[in-house]
């Protein structure tokens, strides 16, 4: 991608996403996608994909909740023990009883900012977790808790998102940051994000046909076009 064109791009969208919200009588703070479009439809990965932002598209002090494997009080104890920026833990268990019906699930989901979830019990979760989960687009972060550093494991993960759409059609959507970002964070977000997704998507760059930024609402600005030799103006 062009620097330069992704900066001028980033400049134009928010100049006018931030000029319209002036005039709102709500005061929201969007999210900012980049929609990225595939020329051939990759293969759907095992498990979502997990990518890792500059800055982080979560709140100042996200509540968060951390499933983890038994015995839960193990990691409640790990994690007063580190001071850890967790407001609650559930271990599978407790997950898999207490949380059965859907209602139970949706006020859990609802309560907390951002879901992090032990590594080790990632293929067992989607069955007792539900799909509400992943409409709110609250896929659980993954954590690797039997690692030294399980602060460190915390930080990295309350800057990262996973992605459950790929596989599934020609395009995707990634957050790339906030209205209320400065526009230095979003292009940093937004440089990291497609580098990082092209590692993990082989073949990675050959095989994106373009990438637009956008919010919910507003027209989607080209930044890439692999089929336009030269650049083009914004």
């Known amino acids: 991608m062009d620097p ?3 900066e001028q791009a980033v400049s134009a969208l928010m100049k006018h996403v931030r000029a319209k919200d002036k005039n709102s009588l709500t005061d929201t703070d969007s999210k900012v996608m980049l929609q990225i479009a595939f020329k051939k439809i990759p293969s759907k990965p095992k498990h979502p994909v997990a990518l890792t ?4 598209m979560y709140p100042k002090n996200p509540s968060v909740c951390l499933i983890t494997k038994d015995p839960q009080r193990f990691f409640k104890d790990l994690v007063n023990s580190q001071n850890l920026p967790v407001e609650r833990v559930i ?11 859907f209602e139970l699930k949706r006020v859990l989901c609802d309560t907390y900012d951002v879901f992090m979830v032990d590594e ?11 799909s509400y989960f992943y409409r709110k687009g609250k896929v659980p972060l993954h954590v690797k808790l039997n690692k030294k550093d399980v602060s460190g494991e915390i930080n ?14 020609s395009c995707v959507c990634l957050p790339c940051g906030r209205v209320s970002f400065e526009n230095e964070q979003l292009i940093e977000n937004i440089h990291s994000a497609v580098k990082q997704l092209c590692a993990k998507l082989k073949p990675g760059m050959k095989n994106i046909q373009a990438v637009y930024i956008k919010t919910d609402d507003s027209v989607a600005l080209p930044i890439y076009n692999s089929a336009v030799a030269t ?3 914004i």
């Not at 080790?120 to 539900?130: D, K, N, S, T």
């Not at 990295?156 to 059609?169: D, E, N, P, V, W």
């Open 120 to 130: 080790r019990i990632v293929p067992i979760l989607p069955r007792w977790l539900g």
């Open 53 to 56: 932002l500059e800055n982080s």
């Open 91 to 101: 271990g599978i268990s407790k997950l898999k009883k207490k949380f059965k019906e």
């Open 156 to 169: 990295r993960a309350l800057k990262s998102f996973m992605i459950t759409s790929i596989g599934k059609g």
């Open 231 to 233: 650049k083009f103006k």
């Open 4 to 6: 330069p064109l992704v």
